[in-house]
């Protein structure tokens, strides 16, 4: 998608010249999974740690997303994958700026993940699956949507009206019914840390 009438303008500074002064690489670590399985918990954990390390990184996260930049689009399936695809070239400006970027969004479909992948650029793009039994989500509920979801408030709803499709070959899982925050956390340092070097 491009605007008519304008032309790509790159200045001297490169996005390699932005990563050498911070001493990183840039990447993206898209988590994904079901709502309540842990995405924003752990990316803005992860984050803490990152910036502790002296990390430049930010946040994207769903739920602050759909209240400004994508604010006007609904949760049907083409609004989902116009969501997913602002973030995506939001994502790639900050990648360019030499930042580590974490999303969190549950985009449940591999088509869209795939689509976002190749959009910001494979070497840069970590698929991570939050993985957690939808009961254990439902267990967690604390927004009250899965419940609004299964009296009828809330149609198309992930995990009860609408499906998710796991992830087949995610860059990194993390089973949050089975591990601990503090072990996620550590698991994604771990991995980042191995990539931006």
């Known amino acids: 998608m491009k605007s008519a009438n304008t032309v790509s303008y790159r200045g001297k500074i490169t996005c390699e010249h932005r990563e050498n002064l911070l001493d990183q690489k840039s990447l993206v670590l898209w ?13 803005h954990a992860v984050e803490e740690r990152l910036h502790a390390m002296g990390r430049l990184t930010y946040v994207f996260d769903g739920d602050n997303v759909r209240h400004g930049l994508c604010g006007d689009l609904d949760f049907s399936p083409a609004g989902r994958a116009e969501n997913l695809r602002r973030i995506s070239e939001m994502v790639k400006l900050f990648l360019d700026a030499g930042m580590i970027c ?26 991570i699956y939050v993985k957690c039994p939808l009961e254990v989500c439902e267990q967690r509920d604390v927004k009250g949507l899965y419940q609004m979801a299964r009296e ?31 072990a996620c956390v550590d698991k994604v340092v771990d991995f980042v840390q191995e990539r931006i070097k």
């Open 31 to 43: 988590f994904t999974g079901l709502s309540g399985s842990g995405k924003s918990t752990i990316a």
């Open 102 to 127: 974490l999303t969190a969004f549950i985009s449940p479909l591999r088509a869209d993940r795939e689509r976002c992948g190749n959009q910001i650029g494979r070497g840069r793009f970590y698929e």
């Open 152 to 182: 009828g408030r809330i149609k198309n709803y992930t995990g009860v009206g609408s499906p998710y499709e796991e992830p087949l070959n995610p860059d990194l899982v993390l089973e949050t019914s089975e591990l601990s925050l503090l």
